[in-house]
């Protein structure tokens, strides 16, 4: 049982180049979350999706997009990557309960993405 | 979602009991209080969760009083190991799964 599994583990990019961060789970989750956490600070989530091709913007999503055409996987991409998106990202997914709270998140191992 | 406060760092000694409290004035009827643990360079991990009086598993234990504006994690003498930082939140998963900045425990020898 994989879990929540990121890929790459570790990327650079030059300042304006693109990529594409996936995020993988085999719980069979309804949610995933997309955060990055910066040196010493909290996780910031970014976007967020409650289900097969929904998604929605959390606290900082400006420079990114995302798409979530399988239950199973949740794409984080930049567009034209800037420095300041030099982060550690982290992947998440929980299942769906009545009434929407009550269960744990499982994340990923995250992604070092440096922009030079 | 309620917004939590945490202390922003603890210090402790291996063997003893440690306290982290997170007041939650806004918590609304239906929102769950989790803690989570991040170890550098690791994603979070659940510690436990609750919705009211006490919790207890194999890690931790949860206080949670009648009034629920504010919860405690408690971890019974811990060790060196147990240097992280601890997450508190409030709310349901439907919802943005929010992170403050979480407590940095420093256990000491």
């Known amino acids: 049982n994989a879990g929540v599994t990121q890929t790459p583990k570790f990327r650079v990019l030059k300042t304006g180049q693109s990529m594409t961060l996936l995020c993988a789970q085999d719980?069979?989750?309804?949610?995933m979350y997309w955060y990055r956490q910066d040196p010493g600070m909290g996780l910031r989530l970014i976007h967020y999706?409650?289900?097969?091709?929904?998604?929605a913007k959390g606290e900082v999503p400006d420079g990114y997009n995302v798409s979530r055409l399988k239950k199973q996987n949740f794409l984080l991409g930049l567009e034209s990557a800037a420095p300041s998106q030099t982060s550690v990202y982290f992947c998440?997914?929980?299942?769906?309960?009545?009434?929407?709270?009550?269960?744990?998140?499982?994340f990923g191992q995250g992604t070092r993405l440096t922009v030079v | 979602l309620a917004k939590t406060t945490q202390p922003i760092s603890m210090d402790s000694y291996e063997g003893q009991e440690v306290n982290i409290t997170c007041s939650h004035n806004?918590?609304?009827?239906?929102?769950?209080i989790t803690w989570y643990q991040q170890f550098p360079s690791q994603g979070p991990r659940f510690i436990i969760q609750?919705?009211?009086t006490k919790v207890t598993n194999e890690v931790a234990s949860l206080f949670i009083p009648a009034d629920r504006k504010s919860s405690t994690l408690s971890l019974p003498r811990v060790s060196l190991s147990d240097t992280a930082v601890y997450y508190c939140?409030?709310?349901?998963?439907?919802?943005?799964?929010?992170f403050g900045a979480g407590t940095r425990l420093a256990v000491h020898p």
């Open positions: 998440a997914s929980s299942r769906h309960t009545e009434g929407g709270g009550g269960t744990e998140a499982f």
């Open positions: 806004n918590i609304a009827t239906n929102d769950y």
């Open positions: 719980m069979n989750h309804e949610y």
């Open positions: 939140l409030v709310g349901a998963l439907r919802n943005k799964l929010i």
């Open positions: 609750g919705y009211k």
């Open positions: 999706s409650v289900g097969e091709g929904t998604t």
